[in-house]
Structures are given as structure tokens and as C-alpha cells.
């Protein structure tokens, strides 16, 4: 059995963009449109945790614009990853769209070269980001650093840090419960909020992340 397909919503108010996206998409062995929406309602509408992995959202949609229905499929449905298209390079729309859930900003410009790279880095729970936002990314950072705001050192708390730092080295969650004197029960809970904070899947993620945070030695 092949590695499954992931399933993608497709979300356009121009029929002509879609079927365009559509054939980039299908042509892929391991990415298939098994949805389609002109409007950002009919996205949140469309977009069930069941059937779709990833919704990919046009950002000027009526109805409802993709920042919008991102932000609502987001809350309906968390595990779906979410891809915003868009025609423009502005700043505020796309830290608009990372604050809507989205994990990606695709400009529709370089859409045929970025957006098969774009789908595979949002299941993989990595973020897409193009050169421009980057830039973006960095500036908002000096700038608030500059300022005096305090920056998030870590998205994870010191006592989740110290959790993925035991399950990198390979122990279960019995003796990670043992080691840090708490229920098994406590330790799923803590590893199910790790993961999706972290928008990751399993032990192999994390160890990764682990070992990229500098919490256990490659």
C-alpha cells in the first residue's frame, strides 16, 4: 500500500484559478483536490476534519475572505492545515493569516513553483513562508525586541520541554511518568498538547524538534 494521498480543499472565487491549481495538485502522487469552494462559507462548509487534511484559501473570497474562513475552520476543525493564496505581498495580510491558523502564504504569482513545496511543509507541520515574509518575520522581531516586549522564548513550557526531552531519549510515558513523579494520565496529556501546539504528529516529530531546540544531543 502506497503512502496515503493528502486530501486538499481548494478555495477560489475564479472557476478558471481552481481548475488551474486543481491540475498542479492532482498531477502529484501524493496530493489530491477532493474539494472545491468559490467562497469562504462554502470553504467552512466544505471543510470536515473527516475528509480533508488541507485547506488551501484564496484570501479575497465573498462572503467570507480566506483569513475568515480560516480562522473559523481553525476552530471547527484543528486538525486540518490551512495554506492562505494570495495576490499580494502585504505584511498585514500575512500576519493576519498566521494569526487566522494558517501555517502558510502562498502568493498566487508563484503559485505553480511554491505551492506543491507549500503542501508538503504544512502536513509536515513546518511552516511555509516565502523570501518576503521572511523579511517580515524578522523585522516584526527586532522591532518588538527593540521595543522592549518581551519575546517567547519557547512556545513550550519548562515542564513540556522536559517532557519531550524524555520521550526524545526514548521513554515511555510509564517512566516518564516515574522520573517525574506524575500519572501516566498527566503525561498523555501533556504530550497531546506538545503535539498540537507544535502542530506534530508523533515521537519521531518531536525527537526532531528535540534535537533542533538543542534539548537532547543528535
Request: glycine content about 6%; aromatic content about 4%; overall charge negative.
Amino acid at each position: 500500500m502506497g503512502t496515503p494521498k493528502t486530501r486538499i480543499l481548494l478555495a477560489d472565487d475564479h472557476a478558471l484559478v481552481r481548475h488551474g491549481l486543481r491540475l498542479i495538485l492532482d498531477a502529484e502522487p501524493d496530493l489530491m483536490v477532493v474539494a472545491e469552494a468559490a467562497d469562504g462559507a462554502e470553504a467552512v462548509e466544505a471543510a470536515s476534519a473527516d475528509d480533508v487534511d488541507l485547506a488551501i484559501l484564496d484570501i479575497a473570497m465573498p462572503r467570507m475572505t480566506g483569513i475568515q474562513a480560516a480562522r473559523e475552520i481553525s476552530r471547527r476543525s484543528p486538525g486540518i492545515r490551512i495554506l492562505i493564496l494570495s495576490m499580494y505581498d502585504n505584511e498585514q495580510y500575512f500576519f493576519e493569516s498566521l494569526k487566522a491558523g494558517a501555517s502558510g502564504y502562498v502568493l498566487k504569482s508563484v503559485a505553480d513553483r511554491d505551492l506543491l513545496e507549500a503542501c508538503r511543509a504544512a502536513m509536515r507541520g513546518e511552516p511555509f513562508l516565502y523570501p518576503g515574509a521572511i523579511t517580515a518575520l524578522i523585522r516584526d522581531y527586532l522591532q518588538r525586541v527593540r521595543q522592549g516586549e518581551r519575546v517567547p522564548e519557547s512556545i513550550l513550557t519548562p515542564r513540556e520541554e522536559e517532557i519531550v526531552k524524555l520521550i526524545a531519549e526514548g521513554n515511555s510515558a510509564k517512566e516518564i511518568a516515574e522520573t517525574l513523579v506524575i500519572s501516566v494520565k498527566t503525561v498523555d496529556r501533556h504530550r497531546a498538547n506538545i503535539l498540537q501546539k507544535l502542530g506534530m504528529r508523533d515521537r519521531l516529530d518531536l525527537t526532531r524538534y528535540a534535537i533542533r531546540a538543542g534539548l537532547v544531543e543528535p
